[in-house]
């Protein structure tokens, strides 16, 4: 039994697989359009594999000399092994392949959306979700099927060959070697969300401030030389980047909860394992349960409503697996558990998957209502544009800290009744519910570059109005999917950490961080300060790439004569390059502080001023990820808003109205917020828990443990008897401290 249920983790992950397989062809063989589509989206795709080349060439050289180090550390204690590094690697290639799979068909799927959006709104949206799905199902497929194979051989080699207990230093080992795979994940995620964002908002920035503001064209205009690097864009960073971003979470959520219930002595029938094997169980499940989600999301024609769609497909998705969850933890689970001294049920630990369903749910609908359009939090923007660039700039800010309460209220419910029903193992469980869902929520979320992608192509090949209004509409939804997206990885990513802290406390054997001693309140300081510094650099790179891309456009639209005219095509080529080699210099420096602050810290001062650490960036990160990533997706749909028209004190304003103006400045500054910085921040937190969790053995303060009184070891004596003329065999189980 327990064998069947190993082995049935990766199956799922192959499952996922093989349906992605199964859409990316269905993708493939819907119509591309007309010849001028066809060079656009090819002009668009060259540059998105272009970037990612000169990107896996420098993460390759931080991929080896990493791997080597680990390995090396892996010699060093006695909860570890050298073969972490190869756990690494494949976490990393997984992760970065994760991305490609996800850009791949994004750079194929948008010509077509604009081709099917000529025909129907209902068309196009199968298209570009069905897209979307490719992204969503290859994350998750890979990312099962890459941590479910690697625990089964960790599992033979380390514990099963020498018949070691479920609870001891053999699974320890394994959980720690599997840490790498998750380190590997979440590094290469974080150079990717940070270099993809760098990217996208350069480009960005630099189209709208000279394009749409000097030179007074639309968006998207193929006059524009940025127009084609913007497009790019969409695909590096926000469906590489938030794919790779994802592929770590999901592993991350994973990973804490393993290491959780190791610690956990039950008497199942699964050979003690169960609270390892259930948040993979979760996850593989989870791709199915996707997978029927995804056939909701239809409308019945161009007046249908796809934010409805798609919330239909999400919202069924989640329910499934929470019905699921009942029969799944009474199946795997005894009925009464503990971990640290705290007892719970099973039951229990089904209510706090429930739970995490339920904060992932209201974290989406929350980032709904500030970003979406039509709702108070824009149209209060919208308003303050009226005034002027800097009120608009002003209530931007507002909306985004306004937008951090109740998601911060969301997440301490959260957290607190998850602890009050199964202990940290229920945080942590709460959290693999809430990420069990992953495929779904991605497919949506990848949903969104790929209609931007399609209404740009709509522009630059001056198709009919009707054909951009039909992109428009997915456009707009996808704004404010992609805002709920981040907020769903932010919330995950908030109790991921707190599980990942858990474990932590537990490997590096304190008893607790106690912020009432100096040197631990400095380190809650300094983890506070962290993500502003972090979020510093990130803003500051887009700022002088934006620099570099404004001057090159101007140089452009001077020396270039005939291309306001259409007489001459703009040398999109020289501000791709420029996007390139901004965003790959500059992601180095954030990604640097994400990886060495936990270790210098943890080797100079010890676990518990670590902790402290952990404990302020997670905090300072989760309210600044909230913030910017509200603030801008705010910003983004007060701007949108404009090209329907608005109602500002009983008078209606246009696109190149001077409120419309106001509202793209806002735009403008909210776009590295939206979509470097804040979303990076999600990132940050779990890459430094991660750190700090690998490197625990090494810093370990001694043999006392809040595990200790947990560690058991199980004995099972089978005896066979005659009675009454028949071979009966009996089974007595004896635990020891």
Known sequence: MEQALIYMVPALGILGLIVMAIKSSWVLKQETGDKNMVELAGYIADGAMAFLRAEWKVLSYFAVIAAIVLGWSGMLVETSHPTIAISFIIGAFLSAFAGYIGMKIATKANVRTTQAARTSLKHALKVSFTGGSVMGLGVAGLAVLGLGSLFIVLYQVFVVSVGAGVNGLEMEKVLEVLAGFSLGAESIALFARVGGGIYTKAADVGADLVGK????????????????????????????????????????????????????????????????????????????????????????????DVQKALNMGNWSSIVFTGIASFFVVNYMLPETLSIRGYEFTNMDVFYAIILGLVVGTLMSIITEYYTAMGKRPVLSIIKQSGTGHATNIIGGLAVGMESTVLPILVLAGG???????????GVAIAAAGMMATTAMQLAIDAFGPIADNAGGIAEMSQLPEEVRGRTDILDAVGNTTAATGKGFAIASAALTSLALFAAFVGIAKIDAIDIYKAPVLAGLFVGGMIPFIFSSLCIAAVGRAAMDMVNEVRRQFREIPGIMEYKAKPEYEKCVEISTKASIREMIAPGAIALLSPIIIGFAFGPEVLGGTLAGVTVSGVLMGIFQ???GGAWDNAKKSFEKGVEINGEMYYKKSEPHKASVT??????????????????????????????????????????????????VKKEIKIVDGKKVETETITITK
Do not use: Q, W
């Not at 290491?259 to 169980?281: H, K, Q, T």
């Open 415 to 425: 957290i607190y009744g998850a602890y009050e029903f199964a202990g940290l193992y």
């Open 666 to 715: 806002g735009d403008t500054v909210g776009d590295p917020f939206k979509d470097t910085s804040g979303p990076s921040m999600n990132i940050l937190i779990k890459l430094m828990s991660i750190v700090a969790l690998v490197i625990a053995p090494h810093i370990s303060e001694g043999t006392h443990s809040p595990v200790a009184e947990n560690v058991v070891k199980k004995e």
């Open 213 to 304: 503001v000097e030179a007074g064209i639309p968006e998207d205009d193929v006059r524009n030389p940025a127009t084609i690097a913007d497009n790019v864009g969409d695909n590096v960073g926000d469906v590489a980047g938030m794919g790779a971003d994802l592929f770590g979470s999901y592993v991350a959520t994973i990973l804490a909860t393993m290491v959780l219930g190791r610690e956990i002595v039950s008497l199942d029938n699964f050979g003690g394992i169960a609270p390892i094997l259930l948040p993979m169980v979760l996850a593989g499940l989870g791709i199915v349960f996707s997978i029927m989600g995804m056939a909701f999301v239809t409308i019945k024609d161009d007046k249908g």
């Open 629 to 631: 990533s509200n603030a």
